[in-house]
C-alpha cells in the first residue's frame, strides 16, 4: 500500500511539474482591450528615470541590467525571461501589453500589481521601451 501511495505521490508531481512547465512556456494571453491601453504617461527624463529606479529594485534581478534576461537570478528561474530589448520584441508588443504583464505576471515572472502602484508600473513601462530604443 505505502509503495503505491508513493507511486502515485511521485506520479503526481511529474505531471503537476509538466502541468506547470507547459504554463511557463505557453505565449502570454493578453486581451485586447489590455493591449490597446496607452500610457497615460508623458515620456520625460524624470519619469524614464523613476522606472528605472523601479526596475532596479523589482526586475533587474531576472531581467538584467539592460533587459537582456540575464539577471542573476535566472540560475534559479526556468524559463529565464527573453530579452526585451529586440526590435521583434519591441515591434510585437503595445505598452498596454508591457504593463499587462508587469502587472499580472505569468509563472515564473510574479504579478506586481500589488507591489507596485499604477503608475510605476507606467513608468517601468516608459523604461522598457527606453532600453528597447538602443
Not at 512556456?25 to 528615470?49: D, F, G, K, Y
Not at 539592460?66 to 526590435?87: E, L, R, S, V, Y
Request: glycine residues 8%.
Amino acid at each position: 500500500m505505502n509503495r503505491t501511495l508513493a507511486l502515485v505521490a511521485v506520479a503526481f508531481i511529474l505531471f503537476g511539474g509538466l502541468a506547470l512547465a507547459q504554463e511557463e512556456l505557453a505565449p502570454w494571453e493578453i486581451p485586447p482591450e489590455a493591449s490597446a491601453v496607452e500610457n497615460p504617461l508623458e515620456n520625460t527624463p524624470q519619469a524614464v528615470a523613476a522606472g528605472e529606479a523601479t526596475y532596479g529594485k523589482h526586475c533587474k534581478m531576472c531581467h538584467g541590467d539592460i533587459g537582456k534576461g540575464d539577471g542573476a537570478a535566472t540560475q534559479f528561474i526556468k524559463p529565464a525571461p527573453h530579452d526585451m530589448t529586440t526590435a521583434k520584441v519591441r515591434d510585437a508588443n503595445t505598452d498596454g501589453d508591457i504593463f499587462y504583464k508587469i502587472t499580472t505576471g505569468k509563472r515564473p515572472m510574479p504579478a506586481m500589481q500589488r507591489k507596485l502602484s499604477e503608475e510605476e508600473r507606467w513608468q517601468v513601462v516608459l523604461f522598457v521601451r527606453a532600453l528597447q530604443a538602443n
